[in-house]
C-alpha cells in the first residue's frame, strides 16, 4: 500500500496514488480472469519527486506491484496470465532509472521507452496484442495534448484510461490571449462551445462545471467510451482544485469498481487535507490544542460531499426511471445514475429499496425476501 510518509509537501500526488492502487488492484486481478494478457501503459511514467528508493510512491511502481501480485494469486489457481507494462519516458535522468527495473521484476515483461509520449503512440499500439486488455494512465506534468492524436489509443478495444487533466493550469490558460496558448487549448479540448461558455460563467464554480464537461465530452468522444468519470485533487492546503483525474470506460462494471475506489480516495483526500491544514496552522501559531475542532471539520469534508451526492442520486434515480409502459431493466438504470453521481452501487440498490417502500418507483419482478433490487427486475414509477 502507498504509505503518506512518502509524499510529504506533495499529499495531492498521495491522493491520486491511492485511486490508482485501489482500480488497478480491482481492475488487473478481474480482467485477468478473463484476459490471457494485461498491458498497463504510463505514457510519462516519471520517476518524478519519488521519495522512496524502491519507487513505490510512483504510478509505475503501484502498477509494478499489482501486476505482479494479481499475476501470482492467478498463478496459484494454474491460471498463467501474461503482465507487461510499457513505461514512456522523455527526460533523460528519469528513463535511466526506467532502465533498471526490468532485473527486478523478471515475472513481467517491463518495456522502457524513451521519448514523446504522442509521438510514440503507433510504436505503442504495435506492441499490445489484439487478444491484451490495456489500461492507459497518462499522468503529463502539464496540459499541451493534443487529444485528437491519442484518438487511436483511446479507441483501442478492451482499454480503459485514467487521464490527469491539470485543472488549474487549464483554468487559468483559458483566460489567456495568446495564440500559442490558446491553439494548445483547442488541441486539448477540441469540440464543444466551452469557450462561449467561460465567457458567460462568473463563478469559479461554474468555471469548473464548463471545463470538466467539455473534456468529459472530448474523451468520450475520442475513445467512444459509455462512461466518464471526474475525481477533483484539491491543493492540500487550499480549497481550491489542483487537478481532475478523468477515468474512462465501456463497462458498467468498471464504473461501479470505480466509483468504490473513488469515494475511498476520497476519504483519504479529506483526512490527508485536514492533517496538512492542522499542521501548517499548528507550524504558524504554535499552539497545537486550538486544532481539534478544526481537523474533525475538515475530515468531515468528504462525508458532506458524499451525502450531497447520495441526495443528488436519489432525486437522479426518480427522474430516470420511465412510466409503467417504457420499463427499464435495473441493470440498465443504476448505471445511469452512478454515471452522474459520485455513489456506490450498494448505496444506490438501498435507495432503491428505499423508493419501493415509499411508492415511488415499482419493481413488479420482486421477489419475496429480497433486500435490494436485482439486475433483471424491471423498473417503472408508480403511479398513484
Ligand atoms: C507528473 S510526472 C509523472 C508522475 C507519475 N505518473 C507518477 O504518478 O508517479 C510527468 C513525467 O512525464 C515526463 N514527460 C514530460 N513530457 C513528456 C513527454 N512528452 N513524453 C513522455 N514523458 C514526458 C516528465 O519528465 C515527468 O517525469
Redesign the pocket.
Known amino acids: 500500500m502507498v504509505s503518506l510518509e512518502d509524499y510529504k509537501g506533495r499529499e495531492q ?1 498521495y491522493v ?2 491511492v485511486l ?1 492502487e485501489r482500480y488497478l488492484e480491482a481492475l488487473v486481478h478481474k480482467t485477468a480472469s478473463v484476459y490471457p494478457h494485461i498491458v498497463y501503459v ?7 519527486q ?1 521519495a522512496n528508493e524502491h519507487h513505490e ?5 503501484i502498477a509494478l506491484r499489482t501486476l505482479r501480485t494479481a499475476k501470482a494469486a492467478w498463478k496459484g489457481k494454474r491460471r498463467d496470465v501474461k503482465m507487461t507494462a510499457i513505461l ?4 533523460a535522468s ?1 528513463f535511466k532509472e526506467l532502465e533498471k527495473l526490468p532485473p527486478k521484476f523478471p515475472d513481467i515483461e517491463i518495456i522502457p521507452q524513451k ?4 509521438g510514440l503512440i503507433p510504436n505503442i499500439l504495435s506492441k499490445i496484442p489484439r487478444d491484451a486488455f490495456s489500461f492507459f ?1 497518462l ?4 496540459w499541451r495534448i493534443p487529444l485528437n492524436a491519442l484518438q487511436p489509443m483511446l479507441a483501442r478495444p478492451n482499454s480503459e484510461v485514467l487521464f ?1 487533466f491539470m485543472f488549474e493550469f487549464i483554468n487559468r490558460a483559458a483566460s489567456i490571449d495568446d495564440s500559442v496558448v490558446v491553439t494548445g487549448l483547442n488541441e486539448l479540448l477540441p469540440s464543444g462551445d466551452w469557450r462561449q461558455q467561460l465567457s458567460q460563467s462568473t463563478t469559479s464554480d461554474q468555471r469548473k462545471e464548463v471545463l470538466v464537461a467539455a473534456f468529459t465530452e472530448c474523451l468520450s468522444q475520442a475513445g467512444n467510451f459509455k462512461h466518464v468519470c471526474e475525481t477533483t485533487i484539491l491543493r492540500p492546503d487550499r480549497d481550491r482544485p489542483l487537478y481532475s483525474l478523468f477515468y474512462g470506460t465501456r463497462h458498467d462494471r468498471g464504473l461501479e469498481v470505480f466509483r468504490d475506489c473513488q469515494v475511498k480516495a476520497l476519504e483519504a483526500q479529506a483526512a490527508t487535507r485536514a492533517a496538512t491544514k492542522v499542521d501548517k496552522a499548528e507550524a504558524k501559531s504554535r499552539q497545537t490544542e486550538m486544532f481539534g475542532s478544526f481537523h474533525e471539520m475538515n475530515e468531515n469534508e468528504a462525508s458532506t460531499f458524499l451525502e450531497s451526492e447520495k441526495n443528488k442520486a436519489r432525486a437522479a434515480l426518480v427522474a430516470l426511471t420511465p412510466d409503467k409502459l417504457n420499463p427499464i431493466l435495473y441493470k440498465d438504470l443504476w448505471p445511469l445514475v452512478l454515471a452522474k453521481h459520485v455513489v456506490r452501487l450498494t448505496a444506490v440498490n438501498q435507495l432503491a429499496a428505499q423508493l419501493r417502500k415509499e411508492n415511488v418507483i415499482d419493481f413488479p419482478d420482486w421477489e419475496p425476501r429480497r433486500r435490494v433490487p436485482q439486475p433483471h427486475y424491471r423498473c417503472c414509477r408508480k403511479e398513484n
Open positions: 500526488a491520486k496514488h490508482l504510463d505514457g510519462f511514467a516519471g520517476p518524478w519519488s510512491d510512483t504510478s509505475f511502481g514512456i519516458e522523455k527526460s528519469a521519448g514523446d509520449f504522442v494512465l499522468d503529463p506534468k502539464g490527469n
